[in-house]
């Protein structure tokens, strides 16, 4: 399942489940969606949920931060999960100054 389809599941359950939002049409355009999700999930009160709703919004949060992650050592996600370099070329400037004391030039996979 892709990351628009996870989020228009998520979108959809949470309209679902509050009947006096469920007139709102889902928007088309990525960055809408993601504002719509937020805001359902900052007014959605604390009550029980099913377990696929609970295991579609954990791949989409996972997949949402590995994708930041890469997005700030410069790296983007190529089709198929594999990744490639964003200006095409390798520049160690990254160092890593974390508690693991990698090899100085290291990417560090360490959350700081």
């Given at each position: 399942?892709?990351?628009?389809?996870?989020?228009?599941?998520l979108i959809a359950v949470l309209l679902k489940e509050q009947p006096q939002y469920s007139k709102i049409e889902i928007p088309?355009?990525?960055?809408a969606q993601k504002i719509l999700l937020r805001s359902l999930l900052n007014i959605r009160m604390p009550l029980p949920l099913n377990d696929a709703f609970l295991t579609v919004q954990d791949a989409?949060?996972?997949?949402?931060?590995?994708?930041?992650?890469?997005?700030?050592?410069?790296?983007?996600?190529?089709s198929k999960g594999a990744v490639s370099l964003a200006?095409?070329?390798?520049?160690?400037a990254v160092r890593c100054?974390?508690?693991c004391r990698q090899q100085p030039n290291a990417l560090c996979a360490v959350h700081r």
């Open positions: 399942m892709t990351q628009t389809k996870r989020r228009t599941y088309s355009s990525e960055a989409y949060l996972q997949e949402a931060i590995r994708q930041k992650a890469l997005q700030a050592f410069g790296f983007r996600a190529a200006r095409g070329y390798y520049h160690p100054d974390c508690k």
